[in-house]
């Protein structure tokens, strides 16, 4: 018998801003999220769902969502299907990271 398996990248939530983590509450609330991925907060962070056919290109560029676009870019290189930010995560020394 064969399973479906869908990777997860995990990041801290560290690797967000204050603000970005406002985005991302706010667009989990709309109906149809403008990211054009799937956002799911809980208790300790997010998780996030990308598809590998998305292209995130026009994100780079929009004020706020700089590290956020890194992450997605990082993450779907690496063939993740989700992203889990969470105050638990690893923190990596190659991207910022906020105190809040």
Same mark, same amino acid.
């Given at each position: 018998?064969?399973y479906e +398996?869908?990777?997860?990248? +995990?990041?801290?939530?560290? &690797?967000i @801003?204050k603000?970005?983590?406002?985005? $991302?509450?706010?667009e989990?609330?709309k109906?149809e999220?403008?990211?054009?991925?799937?956002i =799911?907060?809980?208790?300790?962070?997010? *998780?996030? &769902?990308? @598809?590998? *056919?998305?292209?995130?290109?026009d $994100?780079?560029? +929009?004020?706020? $969502?700089?590290?956020?676009?890194?992450?997605l870019v990082?993450?779907?290189?690496?063939?993740?299907?989700?992203?889990? $930010? =969470?105050c638990?995560?690893? +923190?990596?020394? &190659? *991207?910022p990271?906020? =105190?809040?």
């Open positions: 018998m064969s +398996v869908e990777k997860t990248m +995990v990041f801290s939530t560290a &690797h @801003s603000e970005q983590a406002s985005k $991302l509450n706010m989990s609330l109906p999220s403008s990211f054009r991925f799937y =799911d907060p809980y208790e300790y962070g997010y *998780l996030i &769902h990308i @598809s590998e *056919l998305e292209d995130f290109e $994100l780079k560029d +929009v004020a706020g $969502l700089e590290n956020i676009y890194r992450i990082i993450a779907q290189r690496s063939g993740c299907s989700y992203i889990r $930010l =969470d638990d995560g690893p +923190v990596y020394d &190659h *991207l990271t906020f =105190d809040w």
